[in-house]
């Protein structure tokens, strides 16, 4: 499940993380002592790829059954790796920036950490991350990943992330049977979805179970009406700075927001959190639930290992706010980055390499409540409906505009400002006041 997390730098802090990748020829770019490139071969004599040994460890983020599944991943690679001792360290999604800054300002940093697009646009604006054009340059050309993914894991052009567990947005979680007994049939489009709300609240049903308790469920809110409301241009304005907060489309898009809350959130929307909010919509507190393709794993895991996926819940993506309007996707995910400080850099850039390869994906997407960013990964693999659609959605065609979950692209203090201004706009529905407290803290706009 995902916890979103302010990003914390010290602006005096020096903090190092780097993202390593091959070039083709086996060789690596890592840092020096003295700040300095320095390259090492990952090829044997025979030009294959150089066993790897020694301790490693990795950060990661997931608890519970998610857990259990990344787990059932790193296995893999420890079966193929016999001599790499691989240790793991599971930090809070909340705790994760601060506990990383502190790490790696007092070099005890783990050799592999999760990272998200904020972090990685912050540190490779620091001049902190390893450039992974080679890798990305063999993903590219073999179709693995399309050029829209490519740019979400880069920072000024230049790819320094390594994806590793795609996530779709969106999508309106229910139970068949409950909407069957409401005569409601799956929305197509935005009148028919409030419409829909309507008839849960006629019968006197609670339309939503949120989660803000979390603040990082408030986000999976904003950021689709924002992306269905204003379009893939602004929404992607926002995250580079070139949309202030202020414009037209992003005051309409959180009016539409107000109003919806208003209407059809319930009074605990931020006292539950987003497992409680899940069991709560699966026991009937709740019709629908706004939230990602990993509620297909974590419903059954966390709430009901009873559920059968398609049968006992499924989902529909939010309808558009414009039948006009361009198709855009809203996506989020986990990628990876790798220590430049780290000892063994052979086993660290292994490892990564590993987690973006459709080999490693698969084996969470056999488990479900996972969408491979790997275009390699065959839909086949997904072990029910729910999956299989949410597989679907993700944009593996460049044509169609995806945008990455708002806050944790961005990252820093707007970040922090955003998901704390949601939740006090969950509570007051002021559209002036939170769009006043985004233009304050987003500099870049003012320049």
């Given amino acids: 499940m995902r916890i979103r997390r302010a990003i914390v730098v010290g602006a005096a802090m020096v903090i190092v993380v780097a993202a390593c990748g091959g070039n083709g020829s086996g060789d690596t770019t890592t840092t020096g002592g003295d700040g300095a490139p320095q390259t090492t071969d990952t090829t044997g004599d025979d030009g294959g790829t150089q066993s790897v040994s020694g301790d490693l460890s990795i950060v990661h983020t997931w608890t519970g059954s998610e857990q259990e599944a990344f787990e059932a991943v790193l296995a893999g690679f420890e079966e193929a790796n016999a001599e790499v001792n691989l240790s793991r360290i599971e930090i809070p999604f909340g705790e994760l920036n601060a506990q990383l800054t502190q790490q790696f300002a007092a070099g005890s940093a783990p050799d592999v950490t999760v990272a998200l697009p904020g972090l990685i646009r912050l540190f490779a604006a620091q001049g902190f991350l390893m450039p992974l054009d080679g890798l990305w340059d063999g993903w590219m050309a073999d179709g693995s990943y399309t050029e829209p993914l490519r740019e979400i894991a880069s920072a000024d052009g230049t790819p320094y992330g390594v994806w590793f567990k795609g996530n779709v947005n969106g999508l309106i979680w229910y139970s068949p049977d409950r909407m069957d007994d409401l005569g409601i049939e799956p929305p197509a489009t935005w009148e028919e979805f409030i419409a829909a709300l309507d008839a849960v609240e006629a019968e006197g049903g609670e339309p939503f179970a949120v989660g803000g308790a979390d603040l990082w469920p408030l986000t999976q809110w904003w950021d689709p009406i924002l992306a269905r409301v204003a379009g893939a241009d602004v929404f992607n304005g926002l995250v580079d700075g070139s949309v202030s907060w202020d414009d037209p489309a992003v005051v309409e898009s959180f009016e539409v927001f107000g109003d919806f809350i208003a209407n ?9 959190g987003f497992v409680e909010a899940t069991c709560a919509r699966v026991d009937g507190a709740a019709e629908f639930q706004n939230q990602g393709a990993f509620v297909n794993l974590v419903a059954r895991g966390e709430c009901d290992d009873s559920l059968v996926p398609g049968e006992d819940f499924t989902f529909f993506l939010m309808p558009k706010f414009d039948e006009a309007a361009a198709e855009v996707q809203f996506v989020s995910g986990d990628l990876f980055a790798v220590n430049a400080d780290t000892a063994n850099p052979d086993a660290a850039l292994a490892l990564v390499e590993y987690l973006g390869s459709a080999e490693a994906q698969t084996i969470w997407a056999e488990r479900g409540g996972f969408v491979a960013p790997n275009s390699q990964v065959s839909t086949d693999v997904y072990p029910d409906v729910n999956d299989q659609r ?6 593996a065609d460049p044509s ?5 979950d708002l806050d944790d692209f961005i990252g820093g203090e707007i970040q922090t400002v955003l998901r704390e201004a949601l939740q006090q706009f969950v509570r007051d529905q002021d559209v002036d006041a939170i769009v006043q407290s985004m233009v304050e803290v987003d500099e870049r706009v003012r320049g």
């Fill in 400 to 404: 169609v505009a995806a945008v990455y």
């Fill in 264 to 272: 059809y959130f319930p009074a605990d929307a931020l006292d539950r």
């Fill in 390 to 395: 949410a597989a679907e959605l993700w944009p």
